[in-house]
C-alpha cells in the first residue's frame, strides 16, 4: 500500500500515482551496484 490518506481522495491518489511512476522509472534504470531511489524526488544514490 502507497499513500497518505491525511491528504484526501484526490491528493492521496495523485501522491500514491507518483510513487508508482518513480518506482517503473526506478526499473527502467541499469544499476551495476545497490543502489536506492526516492520515489518522490527520483534521487538515485550508489
Known sequence: M??????????DHAYGLQIVR???RALQMP???PTLF???TMDVRS
Open 31 to 33: 544499476v551495476d551496484a
Open 22 to 24: 518513480g518506482a517503473l
Open 2 to 11: 502507497v499513500g497518505d490518506p491525511s491528504l484526501g481522495p484526490d491528493k
Open 38 to 40: 526516492d520515489p518522490l
